[in-house]
């Protein structure tokens, strides 16, 4: 059994094992760069993917903070094709925090006290996603 290693082989046969297997390859017609617009896509796939599933877990926590300051709209997070949320190795999310065409929403973000309690809730959404999830440590396969 073997895996990547980008520190070099382990061993002189694992070294030996992969020249050999590298070589066969080659001399067997298996075109690389051929594949490397498919690998890349693959990978991008999954790192899409991936990021998605950590926007809406980091949303989810957000959500769960801020309907503690107020009503919300919808009760869970929402999906779409916003530009600004195609970061590809980063959790994002857009935040809706009122309808300005309600005179009652509008009011509260017209007020010191009500954007300092939404602040508030959004940051401790990103703090309690973070400590469950910090960035170094934690696993995709969940």
Known sequence: MFALSQDGASSSAARWMAAKENKADSVG????RAKDA???RALLDMSTAAQIKDSLQLGGAML???SRVGKLHKPRVEQAGFAVLKAPDIPSVLVEAAFISNPDEEAKLNSDAYLNLLADALMRGIDGYFA???PLARSRTS
């Open 29 to 32: 017609g298996l075109n690389v």
């Open 64 to 66: 769960k903070e801020i």
């Open 132 to 134: 469950r999830n910090p």
């Open 38 to 40: 498919e690998v890349k």
